[in-house]
């Protein structure tokens, strides 16, 4: 009996199920790339006195984070080096959740110093739609 398909058997079907697994892993890259970009922004943003507020953006998965580090980190790069690495994990379908639970962070964000006049928040969240496309651009299958 003569093969169907020019003796293709299975090889659409193989396709389909590689194109999908190259979409997942680059919608999870993307979901990635798009929450260290937000937090590493937050990051940078804050304002600077001891380096208490900056060092306490925490990153979570499902459940925002609760209470506050004693960690002072005024250049941001263990805050950004611990984003980075619980962002791993991270896939689609789950919730992300950045926070910094120091009492002082609402005033911070609503022009409280000097060095972050218009927040750190509102002015990444105004960003969104462009992190979002370019982390798209940068992940395409």
Known sequence: MKERYGGQSGSFALSLAEFAQQATEAIDASLREIVIELGGSLIRMSPVDTGRFRGNWQFSVDTPASGTLDEADPSGSAATARLIGDSI???????????????????????????APGGMVRITVARFQQIVLEAIRNNQV
Do not use: T
């Open 89 to 115: 994990a991270f896939r689609a379908g789950e919730s992300a959740f950045i926070v910094n639970n120091l009492p002082y962070a609402i005033p911070l964000e609503f022009g409280h110093s000097d060095q």
